[in-house]
């Protein structure tokens, strides 16, 4: 089946440290997204792209990066971790369809900075 | 500017009862409102979606209403069971743009 993968899905890192989470999508759609979620603060968007060249930021890109590498692939960047970093991080993948928008999300990395 | 609030960020019902959540919109452009539900420890699933141009949606035990004029819609669980106990996340889509804005989250607890 057709899915939204997420690697490392658990990931403990010290602070200062750069980390990469990556997603890779076999979905064949355009539309890529980082998201974290916090407990209370519900699923806040980091960084969406529509397609290789497209990259923008979401409500909370300050320390964060990403990178488009291919269609399939969207890469989220850490620079200098720091602990309120500490974080579930969802991937989502969507399509340009119309009416047909819905949101499909990998399994989640859960990252802690100590 | 884009603002969603969800509430109650929590609510317990007996199995068998009806569960209602509700999320209120700032953005008058906005004009898809998709319901996601999270079961413990695994990915956010849509559940239903409504758009600008419709007032109801049903699914057998779910619907969704919209009214556009207050800038709210709400999400209606009937008949609730045990399985149905998760965390459901409301959120929107402005006109012309593929950027989600998500509430805070419900987590709903159907006590047997």
């Known amino acids: 089946d057709a899915d939204v993968t997420q690697t490392p899905r658990n990931r403990i890192t010290k602070t200062g440290k750069r980390i990469m989470l990556e997603c890779s999508q076999t979905?064949?759609?355009?539309?890529m997204y980082w998201y974290r979620q916090d407990p209370g603060l519900g699923l806040r968007l980091i960084y969406y792209s529509f397609d290789v060249k497209d990259i923008n930021k979401g409500e909370i890109s300050d320390g964060y990066s990403v990178s488009r590498q291919a269609q399939a692939k969207f890469s989220l960047s850490l620079e200098s971790a720091i602990p309120n970093q500490t974080a579930l991080y969802f991937c989502?993948?969507?399509?340009?369809?119309?009416?047909?928008?819905?949101?499909?999300f990998g399994p989640g990395t859960r990252l802690t900075v100590l | 500017g884009e603002n969603v609030e969800q509430h109650p960020s929590t609510l317990s019902v007996q199995e068998g009862d009806s569960a209602v959540i509700k999320c209120t919109y700032s953005d008058s452009a906005s004009n898809y409102f998709p319901w996601y539900k999270q079961e413990l420890g695994k990915r956010p699933q849509l559940i239903i979606d409504?758009?600008?141009?419709?007032g109801e949606k049903k699914d057998q035990r779910i619907a969704v209403t919209l009214n556009k004029t207050a800038k709210h819609f709400s999400l209606h669980i009937t008949e609730t069971q045990p399985e149905d106990s998760a965390v459901y996340f409301c959120a929107i889509r402005r006109v012309g743009t593929y950027k989600y804005i998500f509430g805070t989250g419900t987590r709903l607890k159907v006590l047997a």
């Open positions: 979905k064949g759609h355009d539309r």
């Open positions: 409504i758009r600008s141009n419709v």
């Open positions: 989502a993948t969507s399509e340009d369809r119309g009416h047909y928008n819905e949101q499909f």
